[in-house]
């Protein structure tokens, strides 16, 4: 069996509604809030680069997913909740266990996944939460693989030191949009299988929210909204993902099914 399937699986929601990418226009529109506190882009790409480094420890982790999309009055939604163990060099999949719901049309479906790892990668998946495992095993050098993917997620903030401001929320370090130029599809895309057509950015409204706990630089929680409402139809799409548990995962927390 192919990766892609594993990455369908994960995205499958936006997917099926084909959004495609356009390059903003040079409006500048900015998400920060009145009164928030300003740091600078070097205070801010100081951050990045601890968090850079400090992720570096990550390992396994918990995420749960939360994904919706409203085009013309009709709604697709999809969760996503699962365990991850990564490599801790190479930061590729090793492990992952994930269920995954989703209503559309009034309807209900349910997949579950076990990648256990070990000799041929095994997949092992079921379409209820009493079926019968069904398994399938990953063909030549294929690896596993997740979208959205923590480590990519957190590139993508990396790479944004001038386009974010900073503040301090409680426990985390909160980072928001300081213009909608911000190419987030382009940016952020590829995780969710974003893409967009008929539509350019620059007609979007757009905001982005990234949540990093300020004890240890772990990533917590992404928030990525993108509207628009004209001639041309409506489009809402709200994607949160929240992340837990880093490095308290055992390797063998995860096994094949009996």
Partial sequence: MKSKRLAFLSIALLAVLGLTACMPSSQNNSQQNPGQESHSSESIEKIL???ESANQAVSSMKLKVDLSITVDGSTKHQTMDGSLLYDKQSKELDKGALILRETADGQQSYQEMIMSGGQDMPVYSRDSEKGTWSKELTEGTARYFV??????LLEGLYSMADDVSMKESGSD??????SKNTDIIGLFGDEFSLELSGVAQSEMDKTLEVHL???T???????MDLSYSGEKGSLKTKIANRFSDWNKLADDAITAPD
């Fill in 173 to 178: 370090y909160v980072f928001t949009l300081k």
């Fill in 217 to 223: 630089l772990y990533l917590s929680d992404f928030k």
């Fill in 49 to 51: 680069k601890k968090a």
């Fill in 147 to 152: 979208r959205p993917d923590y480590f990519r």
């Fill in 213 to 215: 706990n300020k004890e």
